[in-house]
């Protein structure tokens, strides 16, 4: 029987990480892990809680007492914190934001990265983050680091924005795209940064589909070596 891989898929935001890795833990029949999911609810819940954003104590405290989950539902996976469903919740503007001060909070990524290996620790699964191969699962069976020109990141990111109704400006789209690059790779603990045995895959001009098809041929081939004795 093929071995229970690790799979760790990391980048910036826009790169379409989410649906990549949610489409090629399907095709696995792999459990999905969206750690950035986690620090949303995170950061909806110190919302809710008055908790400010530079309070490093009790956002610890939250992150590391509130039950994060993750339930399929057909295609889709619901995301439920303490009991409720924040699938759609932690997707508003000023939960991204908000999402992105917390998660500069050691302590925080403490809770979470605890929370993301017991949830990851039986293997078959694709987790999806920033930090996944650097420090969450450093000796992952695979790494992908998934990038794209930023213009073309600004411009997913406007297109999902307009599909939902919101009305954005392109140009203030593609700064906010800057600026959380320049947040998520500037910060102390644990900066977006690529994992040295990472295969990097530019999806500026490739499909969804392009995209799942590489990692995919990628993953079997590194299981067959694991079957034949291989370990890179
Ligand atoms: O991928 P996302 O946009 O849903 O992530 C929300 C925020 O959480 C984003 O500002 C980056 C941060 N994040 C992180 O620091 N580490 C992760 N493993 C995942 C997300």
């Not at 007492?65 to 619901?78: C, D, H, P, T």
């Not at 994992?195 to 799942?212: F, M």
């Amino acid at each position: 029987m093929s071995r229970q891989l690790t799979i760790a898929i990391d980048g910036p935001s826009g790169a379409g990480k989410s649906t990549v890795a949610r489409s090629l833990a399907a095709r696995l029949g792999y459990i999905y892990i969206d750690t950035g999911a986690m620090y949303r609810a995170v950061a909806l819940k110190a919302r809710e809680r008055a908790i400010a954003p530079g309070d490093e104590d009790r956002l610890a405290r939250l992150a590391s007492e509130i039950s994060i989950s993750f339930v399929s539902k057909g295609e889709e996976i619901r995301v439920f914190c303490e009991g409720e469903d924040v699938t759609e919740a932690i997707r508003l503007p000023e939960i991204s934001r908000l999402a992105s001060e917390i998660s500069k909070e050691r302590g925080v990524r403490e809770a979470l990265v605890q929370k993301q290996r017991e949830m990851g620790s039986k293997g078959r699964v694709v987790l999806e983050g920033r930090d996944i191969g650097t420090v969450v699962f450093p000796n992952a069976d695979v790494k992908f680091y998934l990038d794209a020109d930023i213009e073309e990141r600004g411009r997913r990111r406007f297109n999902e924005l307009v599909q939902k109704g919101v009305q954005v400006d392109f140009e203030e789209t593609l700064q906010e795209v800057k600026q959380r690059d320049r947040e998520d790779m500037a910060r102390v603990h644990s900066p977006l940064r690529k994992a040295e045995d990472a295969v990097v895959i530019d999806s500026t001009s490739l499909s969804v589909e392009e995209v799942v098809e590489e990692m995919a041929r990628i993953v079997e081939e590194r299981m067959k070596g694991f079957d034949l004795g291989v370990t890179n």
